[in-house]
């Protein structure tokens, strides 16, 4: 059998470092095909919060898979709009305690506002099949900075003055629109909940190829942490459930 030559190596070498490059580089992937043979596209993004404490910089991760299709009418398993998958971000600070950043329906919002599509107003644009092309496009490794300022800011940040008791649950950042539309400030709880020197630092988010995160909040959270809500909230007024609802949303999807 006639060895290859020297050529037809590198020329093997270079196909084989060119299709890995393409991988990485074409991070999302078509999930289907809508009525309309429109392409349904879907990502993966890790959320990444971080605190500055007198012990020094403390993150938690979380990776979350979302999609859409460039029609406007998304395969069950997209939503429309889009919808995102996946469980809250936990920060454990040691003996202050955990800081949770919540998943909820504005997640996709949030992805919006940290990957501003080229030529749009921030979190313009998101669901639109130019914004939904620009996030397929975007390589590995592309990261975004959200910005509490424009919608839909933050994602609730919450902890639990006694973890044993969903009760306790208490927001660590409180933010108002104002008159523009934008988001002011309005209460920083952090050095109150955590003790002094403790701020929250940014919330990043970057295009990966990483699983989606399970259990993370699991391992956070008491075993009997939903138990305690069905039995201890039923006597509980409406409004103050529907308050208290709001702030333990810690996993969405499947």
């Known amino acids: 059998m006639k060895k290859p030559g020297i050529i037809g190596i590198v020329v093997v070498t270079l196909l084989v470092v060119v299709g890995a490059y393409a991988l990485v580089q074409n991070k999302a992937t078509v999930l289907g095909i809508g009525d309309a043979g429109n392409k349904v596209y ?7 919060v971080s605190v500055e404490t007198p012990e020094g910089l403390k993150t938690g991760s979380a990776v979350r898979q979302m999609g859409n299709d460039t029609a406007g009418s998304a395969l069950p398993e997209v939503g429309n709009p889009a919808d995102v998958r996946g469980e809250a971000v936990v920060v454990d600070l040691g003996q202050r305690g955990v800081l949770f950043a919540l998943i909820s329906h504005q997640s996709d919002l949030e992805f ?5 599509v080229p030529g749009m107003p921030i979190g313009n644009g998101g669901s639109s099949p130019e914004g939904i092309r620009y996030y397929a496009s975007l390589p590995v490794g592309s990261k975004g900075t959200l910005n509490p300022e424009y919608p839909p800011g933050y994602p609730k940040l919450v902890m639990f003055k006694d973890i044993n008791d969903p009760k306790s649950v208490t927001e660590a950042q409180i933010w108002e629109r104002n008159d523009r539309g934008l988001f002011d400030l309005k209460q920083d709880r952090m050095q109150e909940l955590f003790g002094n020197g403790v ?46 609802a709001d702030l333990v949303n810690f996993k969405q999807g499947k």
Not at 42 to 48: I, Q, S, V
């Open 42 to 48: 879907g990502w993966r993004y890790k959320m990444t």
């Open 112 to 116: 919006y506002n940290a990957f501003p």
């Open 199 to 244: 701020k929250l630092k940014d919330i990043t988010l970057e295009i990966t190829d990483e699983p989606v995160t399970s259990g993370i909040v699991d391992k956070a959270l008491p075993q009997s942490f939903n138990k305690v809500i069905r039995e201890r909230w039923m006597g509980l007024p409406r409004q103050e459930r529907a308050r208290l």
